[in-house]
């Protein structure tokens, strides 16, 4: 395949675990030597979950968003920048992959506003949700990304971006990847998840879907699409309506799927087409 420039969300169990680490790290840098420029974005969810539990702040989840305190968005911030960024940056550099660890603060990357939630009580009724610290993107500054990447380096991004007056807000790493995607237009907006891509049939392996169009998703929410793979797919169809060529689902505990797919042609995981 030609050189592509790819947006990697990554996350999971794949993050978990150390020896799949440095097999995403491997995987990586083949891919960097075959040409193709990446753009990592990284979230950290379990990591959060014990900082927050060793400190004593609950957490709360509300359709699936961890509703923040400033409290527990100073434990977030420490945790995605000082343990999870800066670990993976670490291990990316001993691979030779040139990484740089950042975040929506640096270079104005990410704007963001408090992100509400509507949802309805048990009488019909609209009721608004305040998430606290979790913010919603309202602009991306690309700048520095096209920068490093020129100059040869690999963006890896925590999900942590401010508002106007500079506070951190914690954001979903689906919705902060799809958003990056856009920015940057990329080839392909790849989701490693824990699975082998969308299934008709839930975990038979034959009815995997291995090519979507853009214009089928609606039809396939609540049947194909449920659960936590609802997010995922939300962000790639985001990020496909504004430019982005190409949406991958490929399964992150298996990291040889990445070389597989992009220099051996092979029809893996699933790839939602505009």
Do not use: W
Not at 22 to 35: C, D, E, F, N
Not at 57 to 67: N, V
Not at 70 to 79: G, L, P, R, S, Y
Not at 142 to 160: D, H, K, M
């Amino acid at each position: 395949m030609q050189s592509s420039k790819l947006l990697i969300k990554y996350g999971g169990n794949a993050m978990v675990n150390h020896e799949l680490k440095s097999q995403i790290a491997r995987a990586l840098l083949m891919l960097r030597k075959a040409g193709h420029h990446i753009t990592l974005v990284h979230g950290g969810g379990p990591f959060i979950s014990t900082a927050l539990n060793e400190a004593n702040i609950p957490s709360e989840f509300i359709e699936g968003q961890r509703k923040t305190s400033a409290e527990a968005m100073a434990v977030v911030k420490q945790t995605l920048l000082g343990d999870v960024n800066a670990d993976l940056v670490a291990l990316f550099s001993t691979h030779g992959l040139n990484p740089v660890g950042i975040s929506g603060h640096d270079g104005n990357l990410v704007q963001v506003t408090p992100k509400h939630m509507q949802l309805q009580d048990a009488n019909g009724e609209t009721i608004e949700i305040d998430l606290g610290r979790v913010g919603s993107i309202q602009h991306v500054n690309p700048e520095l990304l096209a920068s490093l990447s020129q100059a040869g380096f690999t963006p890896v991004i925590a999900c942590i971006g401010p508002d106007a007056a500079g506070n951190s807000y914690n954001i979903n790493a689906d919705d902060f990847a799809g958003e990056i995607a856009a920015a940057i237009q990329a080839d392909y907006y790849i989701s490693l998840t824990d699975v082998d891509g969308l299934y008709e049939d839930y975990p038979d392996p034959q009815s995997i879907l291995r090519e979507i169009p853009l214009a089928e998703l609606p039809s396939l929410y609540g049947k194909v699409i449920q659960g936590g793979m609802i997010p995922k797919i939300q962000s790639c169809e985001n990020a496909l309506k504004r430019g982005v060529k190409n949406a991958l689902i490929l399964n992150g505990t298996k990291p040889e799927q990445l070389m597989e797919f992009f220099e051996n042609g092979q029809k893996i995981g699933t790839t939602i087409t505009q």
